[in-house]
T-cell receptor, first 112, second 118 residues
Framework: DVKVTQSSRYLVKRTGEKVFLECVQD?????MFWYRQDPGLGLRLIYF???????EKGDIPEGYSVSREKKERFSLILESASTNQTSMYLC???????????FGQGTRLTVV | AQSVTQLGSHVSVSEGALVLLRCNYS??????LFWYVQYPNQGLQLLLK??????LVKGINGFEAEFKKSETSFHLTKPSAHMSDAAEYFC????????????????FGQGTILTVHP
């Protein structure tokens, strides 16, 4: 089975901190994604990557950046955390040319 | 551009009753359509998907959905609800590129929370 692992289930950070959310997949997938989930808004795409060191902005990239130095790892970075970034963050991976995305368990981030 | 609208943020049914969760989409290219389920404090799990071919697709746990191009709909049904079906359900769409493969990016609806009463 494909496994997508997010490093933390719960995080509490202070306003202004730099925050790193880590995601690792074990199936050699080319595509990786970061989504943000908020009640009533569904999931919204923050960034995605289709290859090492390649990235593209999603629908809500403001306040975020990403890093993909190795194929299996995709990091989401909050440069200066703000309270409006309190949310559930979901990582997903997908093989190139395929249709099914595999999701991690999510990281619930609270910024205080 | 793509978008998904799920009608009804909350649906409540009795155990054994029909489950119907509604999803309408818009897409400028032929769509791939998906239903995902999320149980509390978990990630998303794929229930079923439509890519090409038969418009009635069957998924896990007795769910099925029908792609209706003329209505731009992809409603999810299950004949008889079970308590274990209580969860949040998301409809999603992705686009096909010229080669018929998926772009990969999913656009999600707002989600529908399904409650099942004994």
């Amino acid at each position: 089975d494909v496994k997508v692992t997010q490093s933390s289930r719960y995080l509490v950070k202070r306003t202004g901190e730099k925050v790193f959310l880590e995601c690792v997949q074990d199936m050699d997938h080319e595509n990786m994604f970061w989504y943000r989930q908020d009640p009533g808004l569904g999931l919204r795409l923050i960034y995605f990557s289709y290859d090492v060191k390649m990235k593209e902005k999603g629908d809500i990239p403001e306040g975020y950046s990403v890093s993909r130095e190795k194929k299996e790892r995709f990091s989401l970075i909050l440069e200066s955390a703000s309270t409006n970034q309190t949310s559930m963050y979901l990582c997903a991976s997908m093989a190139f040319g395929r249709t099914e995305a595999f999701f991690g368990q999510g990281t619930r981030l609270t910024v205080v | 551009a793509q978008s998904v609208t799920q009608l009804g943020s909350h649906v409540s049914v009795s155990e054994g009753a029909l489950v119907l969760l509604r999803c309408n989409y818009s897409s400028s290219v032929p769509p791939y359509l998906f239903w995902y389920v999320q149980y509390p404090n978990q990630g998303l799990q794929l229930l079923l998907k439509y890519t090409t071919g038969a418009t009635l697709v069957k998924g896990i746990n007795g769910f099925e959905a029908e792609f209706k191009k003329s209505e731009t709909s992809f409603h999810l049904t299950k004949p008889s609800a079970h308590m274990s079906d209580a969860a949040e359900y998301f409809c999603a769409v992705s686009g096909q590129n010229a080669g018929g493969t998926s772009y990969g990016k999913l656009t999600f609806g707002q989600g529908t929370i399904l409650t099942v009463h004994p």
